[in-house]
């Protein structure tokens, strides 16, 4: 029975001490406190970014026949070349040559502004080159005089040293003549300086003289380039005065006449910016003006402003007239039909080539980053994709290759927005 007792005492455990269990408390608590904080990093590295969503626009070209209509807008005739024609200085209108309608040639004469007080100016500066001229000629000759008076001193010098050499003379008299030589050469020295002040002189008053010239020549007002005279704007005896750039012709004040080459008449039109996309530059195009409704003008599309008027939500457009007459004047209500331009005919048997998409994509979608990318929305998580843009049609930014049309896009996407992070939209 003992024996049975001291086998069970041997297999009993013996209790850890009190502070083993405190370590082993510890290090439990250890270990679930780093795997709350590695779920928790890991929870907050994966966690969905919420963000903005926008989709590509698609417009499909037409495959309409050549000539169709595409689209109209209004606008107004316009002289490509026009001008508001001011005086450089101000001054009264002496002399008008011309009205509305003249015709002019590049020079040709307009106006003449009193001129008085710049002849007489003219007149004073010829004056003062004339005796800054005359000073000079005085100058000159007494840097003649003081150089023959430099000469005969030194002359005289050397004769005295030859004397005292031979005892003929006395001493004093090489003093003097030595004296004389530095006199004869301070007078020199003088004129040399008087001279140089006379060149000045004689440069500024030529100076003044062209000014003075000039002045005179700005009180004729001639024609900057062939033309035709679309309004007089003062008469003879009112004050006129520069104008500076960008003056509107029916609000110009001080102008003297409005100059506009009729040879160059185009049209500007509006155009709603998301219909921009349909016109192309060289585009074919009639237009018709209000004044005569029954007449219709071939014109082609010359220029597709690349900036938007974000008050109209509109883009500029030029359009060339190609047929002219004497009929059309410049700020004439017009409006302008775009037609379907031609396009080569489609081999014969061969099966036609669907109409291309031009995409667009908002520009707040697009970022750079060696290029310019996208964020694509695939399931939830963002990849993001290289792009190739091309022309710019408001806010919106026309990709030419990596998108098809039909995807989720992040709009304006953060700048720690990584290739395969997770998101959610809003």
Same mark, same amino acid.
């Given at each position: 029975?003992?024996?049975?007792?001291?086998?069970?005492?041997?297999?009993?455990?013996?209790?850890?001490?009190?502070?083993?269990?405190? @370590?082993?408390?510890?290090?439990?608590?250890?270990?679930?406190?780093?795997?709350?904080?590695?779920?928790?990093?890991?929870?907050?590295?994966? /966690?969905?970014?919420?963000?903005?969503?926008?989709?590509?626009?698609?417009?499909?070209?037409?495959?309409?026949?050549?000539?169709?209509?595409?689209?109209?807008?209004?606008?107004?005739?316009?002289?490509?070349?026009?001008?508001?024609?001011?005086?450089?200085?101000? @001054?009264?209108?002496?002399?008008?040559?011309?009205?509305?309608?003249?015709?002019?040639? %590049?020079?040709?004469?307009?106006?003449?502004?009193?001129?008085?007080?710049?002849?007489?100016?003219?007149?004073?500066?010829?004056?003062?080159?004339?005796? /800054?001229?005359?000073?000079?000629?005085?100058?000159?000759?007494?840097?003649?005089?003081?150089?023959?008076?430099?000469?005969?001193?030194?002359?005289?010098?050397?004769?005295? %040293?030859?004397?005292?050499?031979?005892?003929?003379?006395?001493?004093?008299?090489?003093?003097?003549?030595?004296?004389?030589? *530095?006199?004869?050469?301070?007078?020199?020295?003088?004129?040399? /300086?008087?001279?140089?002040?006379?060149?000045?002189?004689?440069?500024?008053?030529?100076?003044?003289?062209?000014?003075?010239?000039?002045?005179?020549?700005?009180?004729?007002?001639?024609?900057?380039?062939?033309?035709?005279?679309?309004?007089?704007?003062?008469?003879?005896?009112?004050?006129?005065?520069?104008?500076?750039?960008?003056?509107?012709?029916?609000?110009?004040?001080?102008?003297?006449?409005?100059?506009?080459?009729?040879?160059?008449?185009?049209?500007?039109?509006?155009?709603?910016?998301?219909?921009?996309?349909?016109?192309?530059? @060289?585009?074919?195009?009639?237009?018709?003006?209000?004044?005569?409704?029954?007449?219709?003008?071939?014109?082609?599309?010359?220029?597709?402003?690349?900036?938007?008027?974000?008050?109209?939500?509109?883009?500029?457009? *030029?359009?060339?007239?190609?047929?002219?007459? *004497?009929?059309?004047?410049?700020?004439?209500?017009?409006?302008?039909?775009?037609?379907?331009?031609?396009?080569?005919?489609?081999?014969?048997?061969?099966?036609?080539?669907?109409?291309?998409?031009?995409?667009?994509?908002?520009?707040?979608?697009?970022?750079?980053?060696? @290029?310019?990318?996208?964020?694509?929305?695939?399931?939830?998580?963002?990849?993001?994709?290289?792009?190739?843009?091309?022309?710019?049609?408001?806010?919106?930014?026309?990709?030419?290759?990596?998108?098809?049309?039909?995807?989720?896009?992040?709009?304006?996407?953060?700048?720690?927005? *990584?290739?395969?992070?997770?998101?959610?939209?809003?």
């Amino acid at each position: 029975m003992s024996d049975l007792k001291a086998d069970l005492a041997s297999l009993r455990l013996n209790e850890a001490p009190e502070t083993s269990r405190k @370590g082993l408390w510890i290090l439990l608590a250890v270990v679930i406190v780093a795997l709350g904080g590695g779920a928790l990093a890991w929870r907050s590295a994966n /966690a969905a970014v919420e963000v903005a969503t926008v989709t590509p626009s698609v417009e499909r070209r037409s495959t309409a026949p050549a000539g169709t209509p595409v689209l109209t807008a209004s606008g107004y005739i316009v002289a490509r070349r026009e001008a508001i024609v001011s005086s450089k200085i101000q @001054g009264r209108l002496s002399e008008l040559r011309v009205e509305e309608g003249s015709q002019l040639r %590049e020079g040709d004469l307009i106006a003449r502004l009193e001129s008085s007080d710049f002849v007489a100016n003219v007149a004073r500066a010829q004056a003062q080159v004339q005796q /800054a001229a005359a000073s000079q000629r005085s100058a000159d000759a007494s840097i003649q005089r003081a150089e023959a008076d430099v000469a005969e001193a030194r002359r005289q010098l050397g004769v005295s %040293e030859r004397l005292i050499a031979d005892k003929l003379v006395p001493v004093d008299q090489l003093d003097a003549n030595k004296s004389r030589v *530095k006199l004869a050469e301070a007078a020199l020295a003088q004129a040399s /300086a008087e001279r140089e002040r006379t060149v000045a002189s004689a440069a500024l008053a030529r100076a003044d003289l062209t000014y003075a010239q000039a002045q005179l020549q700005n009180t004729v007002i001639r024609a900057p380039f062939s033309g035709t005279v679309v309004r007089k704007m003062a008469e003879i005896g009112e004050s006129v005065a520069p104008i500076p750039p960008g003056v509107n012709i029916s609000t110009a004040s001080g102008a003297i006449v409005a100059l506009a080459d009729l040879a160059t008449l185009e049209m500007e039109a509006d155009v709603n910016e998301a219909n921009v996309a349909k016109l192309t530059e @060289g585009q074919p195009a009639e237009i018709t003006v209000e004044a005569f409704p029954d007449r219709k003008y071939k014109a082609v599309l010359r220029q597709v402003i690349p900036t938007a008027d974000r008050t109209k939500a509109t883009v500029l457009t *030029k359009v060339t007239l190609i047929d002219k007459d *004497k009929d059309l004047k410049p700020e004439m209500s017009a409006k302008v039909t775009f037609l379907e331009p031609q396009r080569a005919e489609a081999p014969v048997a061969v099966e036609a080539v669907p109409a291309k998409s031009v995409i667009l994509v908002p520009q707040s979608a697009v970022v750079n980053r060696d @290029g310019p990318k996208v964020f694509e929305i695939v399931g939830d998580r963002v990849q993001m994709r290289t792009i190739a843009t091309g022309a710019v049609r408001g806010d919106r930014v026309i990709v030419t290759d990596g998108l098809a049309g039909s995807e989720t896009l992040v709009d304006k996407p953060a700048e720690t927005l *990584k290739d395969g992070a997770a998101v959610k939209k809003r």
